[in-house]
């Protein structure tokens, strides 16, 4: 059929009609309940996932290790090279509005008998150049649902860019902190030892005098012994962890320079904002919610694709019989302009099975993002308690180590007078090591609870 100029405006205006009432309109879902953190009561939107990782992080050392992570790491080139991807989806999903443009240039030769059977041929010669442009007009929203589905996943890998980099940036700090607590606890082991053996001596001297048996020097060695068998553990856990930090740095395994465990400082307290900032902090929950947007897309797409598509199709050129010298003339030129409808009748029930399959994806993706929601209060009310819990360990442990230190030395004066056992001298020293390498797990537990609480809330992008 052919379509006047004029027709185009009203074609155009019964396509966005036709659209609504086909296609739905996407809703965000929101976070409502403001009791997703347990027994943390709603104060206000400060969040700690507002500061920049390099104001979160003091430490200079570690602050040049994030920084070249986030310049090397192969798991965020990768991420990049996903938005990539989808961002060529996204500039060709823009062009779907956009007509299908085709140049041709042909050349005919027939010879054919006269319909009078008198047997003279007649000889054609048909030189033709031209080109044709093809438009689907979006009468049901197909294209521009299909357009927004591609944004949709364009965000989506943005989000999940972010989503590395959060990841790499506590990785980094979990591994570093780690690390300069395993060189604590062995400074404390060597400490320990070097005491040991001052033990050993003095034990071996108190049997001499007759004041203690040789059963007593035995133990005091056997004391000393375990605990230089800790130091190859301690090494080893070292050049470990080293090499796992190297790898997030996208370098060869190597040493890492650092500070000391004394020189680290733990926040007294957290901002932790409301749960309704999970939606547009937290990578994650970014991700899940744009891959039920986009799947919400597909769905209208699937419907569209139900209803029957009008495209117009136009057709415009030269065209001579023989004689090439006028054949850009006026008279050579032809143009056609037509515009028909395609329903589908009969495809062996695809295009509804498909829409059940958008429709069932669609509910898969929304429950996803649920998911990630609860998982999230989960990892916030973790990360808050951790804290908490380790922080209040403290006071406690200052406790002990105090009175183990007059233990250790009370006991070895009675000791030298007979008045005590020597066994009481070994456990005492023990429960000392132990207490001071327990206080050093103690502070990286807060250490590493402020950094997973960071990374809960979505802090590690800026």
Known sequence: MKIRPIQYTTLLLVSVVLSSCITAKYEKPQITDNQLYRDMPVKDSTTIADIPWSDYFKDPNLQSLINEGIQNSYDLKIA???????????????????????????????????????????????????????????????????????????????????????????????????????????????????????????????????????????????LLYSTQVSVPDLENNIKALENNICYLLGRTPGP????????????????????????????????????????????????????????????????????????????????????????????????RSQLRIRQAQQEEALLNFKNSVLNSSVEVSNALFAYEKAKSKDYDRSLQINSLVKSVDYTKQLLIYSDANYTEVLNAERDLLNARLSQVNDKLQQLQASINLYKALGGGVN
């Open 256 to 351: 890492i320079q650092r500070s000391s465990m004394a020189q680290q400082t733990v926040p007294s307290q957290f901002d932790y904002g409301v749960p309704a900032q999970l939606l547009s902090k937290r990578p994650d929950v970014m991700m899940y919610e744009l891959a039920y947007r986009a799947a919400f897309e597909d769905t209208n797409v699937a419907k569209a694709s139900l209803y029957p598509s009008l495209t117009i199709t136009g057709n415009a050129g030269y065209s001579t019989l023989k004689n090439l010298d006028n054949f850009f003339d006026h008279s050579s030129l032809f143009a056609s302009v037509v515009g028909g409808l395609t329903q589908p009748i009969f495809n062996q029930g695809k295009l």
């Open 80 to 222: 990049v090279t996903r938005i990539k991807q989808t961002e060529a989806a996204l500039r060709s999903a823009k062009l779907g509005y956009l007509p299908s443009l085709s140049a041709d240039a042909s050349y005919s030769n027939s010879k054919l008998n006269t319909v009078q059977g008198n047997g003279v041929k007649t000889h054609s010669e048909v030189f033709q150049l031209g080109a044709s442009a093809s438009w689907e007009l979006d009468i049901w929203g197909k294209i521009s649902s299909a357009k927004r589905s591609a944004l949709a996943s364009y965000l989506q890998s943005d989000a999940y860019r972010r989503l590395v980099q959060t990841s790499l940036v506590a990785n980094i700090a979990n591994n570093y902190y780690s690390l300069i607590a395993q060189d604590e606890q062995l400074k404390i082991t060597l400490n320990t030892i070097k005491l040991l053996e001052d033990n050993v001596k003095t034990m071996e001297d108190l049997k001499e005098a007759n004041i203690v048996t040789g059963a007593a020097v035995e133990q005091s060695r056997a």
